[in-house]
């Protein structure tokens, strides 16, 4: 989320799309409400009629995989009435930078230049910049990077700073402007109706009310979550939705934003901390044997030529002396040699790939803690099947989940099954103290209330019971690879008790001699004299006098304290990074630091020295020769953490595109009107014979799964509370009157849903909340499915939806394709 939840309220428009936001984020209704009670307007963009769209001034629904037709158009129609906020996009993006010349799309094949078939891999050279010209990096003596040039820095060849090539009068075949025009031109009203199955009226008015908001006075904001991601091409519509906002003027300030509504406490948190194959924590890349297999390799790999991100060998470094300690030195490259390395076919190790290892026989042992993916997971038949391989299963819940009883399930002979399954008890969010994170990015103190139930424990008194025992059977015993267990730093504790406040500590980053708290991640060097676990979170537990005390930490602030009424509140909780509430706030004033609109203004520049409301997200002050503070004054650098400091339009930083263009879903009821590709060239897993691939032929009717409000993605929290099971029992499908008709369903009838993957049973609710389309002049039927029941538990059960979802993957984020896939539905 790039603003956070109080700051829906000052916004002009709300789009919703792909997002339920009343019924899953329920808490976002006050501040939404609030931007209504301003006269604010809603635009709902879903396939179903749901909670939020009944709050809305236009419905508009769309076909499940759709969305980047519907904003395709939006860009077409924005360029073709010169309906997108000019001097803002000039200043702050790229559109005016020219391509190099071999950039191609070709809609015969749908392929983007660069695509190697055999490796089903782009190359991006062809999608970057043209160069003006180059500079280098001043590492002598008093220049901006002598740091490289301090002892215990790691050597490595600094990078040659690209000064792309522009045209400001958008001429230029090869400018952003223009092959972005072009590339969209195909995306007209018509065809977008075509595409999505909407209405050419309503389209028009979506469009209309949404692209008001490039007005200099007035703010949009985008809301979203599965609805977007969870398709093979989740990451492509995310992007699509970025540019939209920055061709309005929608980023950066108050009202605006691209507005993830975020799932499990504490998902932001686990993004953060690296769960992901290729990630460190903070988003930093993990080592991999092609890109990084040495740390000067990695510095050269992973630094920007300009930009904050210049500064990645000092997080890596800091990083390095948190992880290994004392053993991590200049000499031994601070312990990188220790880390594992991410191999050539990484992607088999994200969950996904994973349970392909399993049903290989692979992968012998496996820890699902606080996951339930016997049940979350797509094409769980196969993975039930799969996890019957295993040697041994640990599980770490709160609740006997369908992981922990996957021998149980209906159509499984545990006779047969010889893993051995273990079940760690764990303690609930009330009976354990730390901090979460929310949507906004905030850390937030949560204290204990109770203590445990039973045995249950903590998770980190669970890990540091393990790591314990593993740490003796190494010293007792020897093993394969000592080195990283052996000297992975471990002191975590407070009078010999595992406590989470250390943990803190290394979060926040300290001076590794004194051990003292760093203020925030400007402190961190290259030279292993600073020390951190989670460099973007630094400055959240900084209090070092009060180092005991959370309470007495910026996660523990409680002010309700808001200067400028925008809904800032700097100090309530932290927000990371560096408590900024909004990213790229730089944008809320024009290049000359005027605020666009003096109501809405986080940062400005009197002439002399910035103002701010909100912590900027740019150099705003910096040391002069005597060491005194003093201003800097406006440039356009808006984006820091983009080397040319300008948002990309086109981008060179996705896997599967430089532009989204639009491709069909995996299991597609349609073919594809857009391009010559059906599905994504760049889809993951589609060749696995475990995806089963079902075609339109046998099973015409798309299928999309969600959440309500009663219930909790698997249920193992809220199928376990008899209340919550008598307002929603069972699982239903949403079925139109039409295609309920046309099978002999009626409301309340027990039907079965299935395809080449599975079966389920669940029961219909005929509705006009989901209406038939007409897709490229065909009647495509859609049905929607809750997705929280299974066989575990003692009250609510029934059949798990995800024996029905293809387990194909996007190629950047790896998500499953949930959203959207094919079925057939009779009466059961
Ligand atoms: N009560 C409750 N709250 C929850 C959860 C819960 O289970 N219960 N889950 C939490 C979690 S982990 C998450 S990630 C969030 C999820 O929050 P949401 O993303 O809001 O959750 P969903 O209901 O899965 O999907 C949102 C909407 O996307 C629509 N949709 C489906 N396909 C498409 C499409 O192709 N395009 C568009 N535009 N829309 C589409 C669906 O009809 C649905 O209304 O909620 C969190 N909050
Ligand atoms: N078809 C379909 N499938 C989906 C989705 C969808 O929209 N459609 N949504 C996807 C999304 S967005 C998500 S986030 C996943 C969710 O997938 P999972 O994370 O597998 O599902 P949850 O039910 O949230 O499982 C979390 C488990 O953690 C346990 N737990 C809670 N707190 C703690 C704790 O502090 N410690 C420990 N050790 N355990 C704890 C809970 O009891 C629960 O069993 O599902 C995905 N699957
Ligand atoms: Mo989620």
Same mark, same amino acid.
């Not at 991410?342 to 399993?358: H, I, K, R, W």
């Not at 910035?610 to 002069?624: C, L, M, Q, R, V």
């Given at each position: 989320?790039?603003?956070?939840?109080?700051?829906?309220?000052?916004?002009?428009?709300?789009?919703?799309?792909?997002?339920?936001? =009343?019924?899953?984020?329920? $808490?976002?209704?006050?501040?939404?409400?609030?931007?209504?009670?301003?006269?604010?307007?809603?635009?709902?963009?879903?396939?179903?009629?749901?909670?939020?769209?009944?709050?809305?001034?236009?419905?508009?629904?769309?076909?499940?995989?759709?969305?980047?037709?519907?904003?395709?158009?939006?860009?077409?129609?924005?360029?073709?009435?010169?309906?997108?906020?000019?001097?803002?996009?000039?200043?702050?993006?790229?559109?005016?930078?020219?391509?190099?010349?071999?950039?191609?799309?070709?809609?015969?094949?749908?392929?983007?230049?660069?695509?190697?078939?055999?490796?089903?891999?782009?190359?991006?050279?062809?999608?970057?910049?043209?160069?003006?010209?180059?500079?280098?990096?001043?590492?002598?003596?008093?220049?901006?990077?002598?740091?490289?040039?301090?002892?215990?820095?790691?050597?490595?060849?600094?990078?040659?700073?690209?000064?792309?090539?522009?045209?400001?009068?958008?001429?230029?075949?090869?400018?952003?402007?223009?092959?972005?025009?072009?590339?969209?031109?195909?995306?007209?009203?018509?065809?977008?109706?075509?595409?999505?199955?909407?209405?050419?009226?309503?389209?028009?008015?979506?469009?209309?009310?949404?692209?008001?908001?490039?007005?200099?006075?007035?703010?949009?904001?985008?809301?979203?979550?599965?609805?977007?991601?969870?398709?093979?091409?989740?990451?492509?519509?995310?992007?699509?939705?970025?540019?939209?906002?920055?061709?309005?003027?929608?980023?950066?300030?108050?009202?605006?934003?691209?507005?993830?509504?975020?799932?499990?406490?504490?998902?932001?948190?686990?993004?953060?901390?690296?769960?992901?194959?290729?990630?460190?924590?903070?988003?930093?890349?993990?080592?991999?044997?092609?890109?990084?297999?040495?740390?000067?390799?990695?510095?050269?790999?992973?630094?920007?030529?300009?930009?904050?991100?210049?500064?990645?060998?000092?997080?890596?470094?800091?990083?390095?002396?948190?992880?290994?300690?004392?053993?991590?030195?200049?000499?031994?490259?601070?312990?990188?040699?220790?880390?594992?390395?991410?191999?050539?076919?990484?992607?088999?190790?994200?969950?996904?790939?994973?349970?392909?290892?399993?049903?290989?026989?692979?992968?012998?042992?496996?820890?699902?803690?606080?996951?339930?993916?016997?049940?979350?997971?797509?094409?769980?038949?196969?993975?039930?099947?799969?996890?019957?391989?295993?040697?041994? =299963?640990?599980?770490?819940?709160?609740?006997?989940?369908?992981?922990?009883?996957?021998?149980?399930?209906?159509?499984?002979?545990?006779?047969?099954?010889?893993?051995?399954?273990?079940?760690?008890?764990?303690?609930?969010?009330?009976?354990?103290?730390?901090?979460?994170? *929310?949507?906004?990015?905030?850390?937030?103190?949560?204290?204990?209330?109770?203590?445990?139930?039973?045995?249950?424990?903590?998770?980190?008194?669970?890990?540091?019971?393990?790591?314990?025992?593993?740490?003796?059977?190494?010293?007792?015993?020897?093993?394969?690879?000592?080195?990283?267990?052996?000297?992975?730093?471990?002191?975590?504790?407070?009078?010999?008790?595992?406590?989470?406040?250390?943990?803190?500590?290394?979060?926040?980053?300290?001076?590794?001699?004194?051990?003292?708290?760093?203020?925030?991640?400007?402190?961190?060097?290259?030279?292993?004299?600073?020390?951190?676990?989670?460099?973007?979170?630094?400055?959240?537990?900084?209090?070092?006098?009060?180092?005991?005390?959370?309470?007495?930490?910026?996660?523990?602030?409680?002010?309700?304290?808001?200067?400028?009424?925008?809904?800032?509140?700097?100090?309530?909780?932290?927000?990371?990074?560096?408590?900024?509430?909004?990213?790229?706030?730089?944008?809320?004033?024009?290049?000359?630091?005027?605020?666009?609109?003096?109501?809405?203004?986080?940062?400005?520049?009197?002439?002399?020295?910035?103002?701010?409301?909100?912590?900027?997200?740019?150099?705003?002050?910096?040391?002069?020769?005597?060491?005194?503070?003093?201003?800097?004054?406006?440039?356009?650098?808006?984006?820091?953490?983009?080397?040319?400091?300008?948002?990309?339009?086109?981008?060179?930083?996705?896997?599967?595109?430089?532009?989204?263009?639009?491709?069909?879903?995996?299991?597609?009821?349609?073919?594809?009107?857009?391009?010559?590709?059906?599905?994504?060239?760049?889809?993951?897993?589609?060749?696995?014979?475990?995806?089963?691939?079902?075609?339109?032929?046998?099973?015409?009717?798309?299928?999309?799964?969600?959440?309500?409000?009663?219930?909790?993605?698997?249920?193992?929290?809220?199928?376990?509370?008899?209340?919550?099971?008598?307002?929603?029992?069972?699982?239903?499908?949403?079925?139109?009157?039409?295609?309920?008709?046309?099978?002999?369903?009626?409301?309340?009838?027990?039907?079965?849903?299935?395809?080449?993957?599975?079966? $389920? *049973?669940?029961?219909?609710?005929?509705?006009?909340?989901?209406?038939?389309?007409?897709?490229?002049?065909?009647?495509?039927?859609?049905?929607?499915?809750?997705?929280?029941?299974?066989?575990?538990?003692?009250?609510?059960?029934?059949?798990?939806?995800?024996?029905?979802?293809?387990?194909?993957?996007?190629?950047?984020?790896?998500?499953?394709?949930?959203?959207?896939?094919?079925?057939?539905?009779?009466?059961?």
């Amino acid at each position: 989320m790039t603003g956070h939840y109080c700051d829906f309220k000052n916004t002009d428009v709300i789009l919703s799309c792909g997002s339920n936001n =009343l019924e899953n984020h329920p $808490v976002s209704s006050k501040w939404t409400q609030r931007a209504l009670d301003n006269g604010a307007k809603w635009i709902v963009v879903d396939p179903r009629f749901t909670r939020t769209a009944a709050k809305a001034d236009i419905y508009c629904p769309i076909r499940s995989g759709t969305d980047i037709v519907f904003y395709g158009g939006m860009i077409n129609y924005m360029i073709e009435n010169d309906l997108w906020h000019r001097e803002f996009v000039m200043a702050y993006s790229n559109m005016s930078y020219l391509i190099n010349p071999d950039f191609n799309f070709d809609v015969e094949t749908g392929l983007f230049s660069g695509f190697d078939p055999e490796k089903r891999k782009y190359d991006t050279t062809t999608w970057g910049y043209q160069v003006e010209s180059t500079t280098e990096w001043d590492t002598s003596e008093g220049g901006a990077y002598a740091w490289v040039k301090g002892e215990g820095v790691p050597s490595f060849t600094t990078p040659t700073v690209k000064v792309p090539k522009k045209d400001e009068t958008l001429q230029d075949p090869n400018c952003v402007y223009q092959i972005m025009k072009k590339h969209y031109s195909r995306y007209t009203l018509d065809k977008v109706c075509e595409v999505c199955g909407m209405d050419k009226e309503t389209l028009k008015e979506v469009y209309d009310l949404y692209c008001s908001t490039s007005a200099t006075d007035k703010t949009g904001t985008i809301l979203y979550a599965l609805g977007q991601t969870q398709h093979h091409y989740g990451a492509q519509n995310t992007r699509m939705m970025a540019m939209i906002q920055l061709l309005l003027g929608n980023v950066g300030n108050p009202g605006g934003g691209l507005n993830a509504l975020r799932g499990e406490p504490n998902v932001q948190g686990a993004t953060d901390m690296g769960m992901t194959v290729f990630d460190l924590p903070g988003y930093l890349k993990w080592p991999s044997i092609s890109g990084s297999p040495s740390l000067r390799a990695w510095c050269e790999h992973e630094t920007y030529a300009a930009g904050y991100y210049t500064n990645k060998p000092k997080f890596m470094v800091s990083f390095l002396k948190e992880f290994f300690g004392e053993h991590a030195t200049a000499d031994n490259d601070y312990g990188y040699d220790w880390l594992p390395k991410v191999p050539e076919n990484g992607e088999t190790f994200t969950t996904t790939g994973t349970f392909e290892l399993m049903d290989q026989g692979i992968m012998k042992g496996y820890f699902a803690w606080g996951q339930n993916p016997a049940h979350s997971d797509a094409n769980t038949k196969f993975i039930r099947n799969a996890m019957c391989n295993l040697d041994w =299963l640990v599980v770490a819940d709160w609740s006997y989940t369908e992981t922990a009883t996957f021998w149980k399930a209906p159509d499984m002979d545990a006779s047969k099954i010889d893993t051995e399954c273990y079940f760690l008890p764990a303690a609930l969010i009330y009976e354990k103290s730390g901090t979460i994170l *929310n949507s906004g990015r905030w850390l937030q103190q949560r204290y204990k209330a109770v203590d445990p139930v039973g045995d249950a424990k903590p998770d980190y008194e669970i890990a540091d019971m393990l790591r314990t025992r593993i740490v003796e059977l190494y010293k007792a015993e020897g093993g394969v690879c000592p080195e990283p267990i052996l000297n992975a730093k471990w002191d975590y504790y407070i009078n010999g008790k595992i406590d989470p406040r250390p943990v803190a500590w290394a979060l926040n980053g300290y001076d590794a001699k004194t051990g003292k708290l760093l203020s925030g991640y400007g402190d961190l060097k290259a030279d292993g004299s600073t020390a951190i676990g989670m460099w973007i979170y630094s400055g959240f537990y900084n209090n070092d006098a009060e180092k005991m005390n959370p309470s007495a930490q910026p996660t523990g602030r409680r002010s309700h304290e808001d200067p400028g009424n925008l809904g800032v509140y700097p100090n309530w909780a932290f927000a990371w990074p560096n408590n900024r509430r909004h990213l790229y706030n730089r944008c809320s004033a024009d290049p000359s630091g005027k605020p666009w609109n003096e109501k809405k203004k986080l940062v400005w520049w009197d002439g002399q020295k910035w103002g701010h409301y909100d912590t900027p997200d740019f150099t705003f002050e910096k040391k002069d020769a005597e060491g005194k503070t003093v201003p800097v004054a406006p440039d356009s650098k808006a984006f820091i953490m983009k080397w040319e400091g300008a948002g990309n339009l086109i981008t060179t930083g996705m896997k599967d595109a430089p532009l989204p263009e639009h491709y069909e879903p995996f299991e597609s009821p349609t073919h594809n009107v857009m391009n010559g590709a059906e599905h994504s060239p760049m889809i993951r897993f589609a060749e696995n014979k475990s995806v089963n691939k079902g075609d339109r032929s046998q099973y015409p009717i798309v299928a999309t799964t969600y959440s309500i409000t009663e219930h909790w993605q698997t249920g193992g929290q809220t199928r376990a509370c008899p209340a919550l099971d008598e307002i929603a029992p069972k699982q239903f499908i949403e079925i139109s009157p039409e295609l309920a008709a046309e099978k002999g369903i009626e409301n309340g009838d027990a039907v079965r849903v299935f395809n080449n993957r599975g079966s $389920v *049973n669940v029961h219909a609710m005929v509705t006009k909340r989901i209406r038939p389309f007409t897709i490229n002049g065909e009647t495509v039927h859609q049905i929607g499915m809750l997705h929280h029941w299974g066989w575990a538990n003692i009250y609510s059960t029934g059949d798990v939806v995800n024996d029905l979802t293809p387990n194909v993957g996007d190629p950047n984020s790896y998500i499953p394709e949930y959203k959207a896939f094919l079925v057939d539905v009779e009466k059961a």
